[in-house]
């Protein structure tokens, strides 16, 4: 139908493997660089609650799950992810299916 629901997105894939994939040095902290890439400047701001200008992936966790950020894409709240809103959510499965074949993991299909 073109449209992804909250339950699918939810169903794809998790915060901490979107965190993994795109983390890639493996210290479990995104930079500024890693984090705008899908978050804008105000949410880096909100997550680096310490302000060592990282977010850790418990920063992360604190303020933010796969519905949460569903709905931060969601921009004029119907429900579902069309046309532009998909673009980020999109790419971070991407992300995690790069990192999960490159990783020889399991990926979960939408």
């Known amino acids: 139908d073109g449209k ?3 339950h699918e997105v939810e ?5 901490d493997q979107i965190m ?5 040095d493996g210290d479990q902290k995104l930079t ?5 890439q899908y978050f804008d400047r105000a949410h880096l701001v909100r997550f680096d ?3 060592d200008g990282f977010v850790s ?10 519905g949460r950020a569903f709905d931060c894409f969601d921009a004029d709240d119907s429900g579902f992810l069309e046309t532009l809103e998909q673009y980020k959510a999109q790419a971070l ?13 399991g990926t979960k299909s939408v």
């Open 4 to 6: 992804l629901s909250k």
């Open 11 to 15: 169903s794809a894939m998790t915060m």
């Open 20 to 24: 993994l994939a795109n983390d890639p």
């Open 32 to 36: 500024e660089i890693e984090f705008l």
């Open 49 to 51: 609650t310490n302000g």
């Open 57 to 66: 992936f418990d920063e992360v966790r604190a303020h933010v799950d796969m």
């Open 93 to 105: 499965y991407r992300s995690v299916q790069m990192h999960q074949a490159g990783n020889n993991v």
